[in-house]
């Protein structure tokens, strides 16, 4: 651990809804300048899942992104309440998303989604033992589900087809520990 070598001046509170909030500090950086730096806070934790079955096949969801003007595919995702268990969230968020549940959870990944802006924590789990039913997804969430091979995956993380970074960290983590027969 490093001292802190920013020092904070004063707070204000900018915009805030359910989900964020959005903060701007007046701040002395490294250097000794005085400066601003805005913080967007997360009122939920992201969770992630990689649903795996017994032939290594995976599920993932389709979904335009209005943020990017963009469709993207990514793995099933989405937020958790902070007082509640993060594998509660995702045990939720798979089964709304996907109609999967799975008996057998292990914790992945924990990752800070874009440090650089914002203080969100994602924590991800492999998901496996899998049942199927219905997809229950939000109102607002126009979602496709698609089943292909984990390995196929792997592909269009690197070919760029997946850009959403919490998946992509989560698809390549799974994939090295698979490599190393720990999945």
């Keep these: 651990m490093t001292k802190n070598p920013w020092r904070t001046i004063s707070q204000k509170h900018i915009y805030e809804n359910p989900w964020i909030k959005v903060i701007e500090n007046q701040v002395i950086n490294p250097s000794g300048g005085a400066g601003i730096y805005g913080v967007v806070h997360f009122k939920h934790l992201a969770v992630g899942i990689i649903p795996l079955?017994?032939?290594?096949n995976t599920w993932i969801v389709g979904q335009y992104r209005y943020t990017l003007n963009a469709y993207s595919w990514e793995i099933p995702e989405?937020?958790?309440k902070l007082d509640v268990a993060p594998l509660e969230s995702a045990k939720r968020e798979l089964l709304e998303e996907t109609g999967i549940r799975a008996e057998k959870w292990t914790k992945l990944l924990e990752t800070h989604t874009s440090n650089s802006v914002t203080d969100e924590l994602g924590i991800t789990f492999i998901a496996q033992n899998l049942s199927f039913g219905e997809a229950m997804p939000d109102d607002t969430?126009?979602?496709k589900v698609r089943k292909l091979p984990f390995a196929e995956l792997v592909e269009m993380v690197m070919r760029g087809e997946i850009t959403d970074g919490f998946a992509m960290s989560s698809i390549l983590k799974a994939?090295?520990?698979m490599d190393r027969g720990e999945i």
């Design 53 to 56: 079955d017994e032939h290594y």
């Design 78 to 80: 989405g937020g958790g």
């Design 141 to 143: 969430e126009d979602l």
């Design 175 to 177: 994939k090295i520990l």
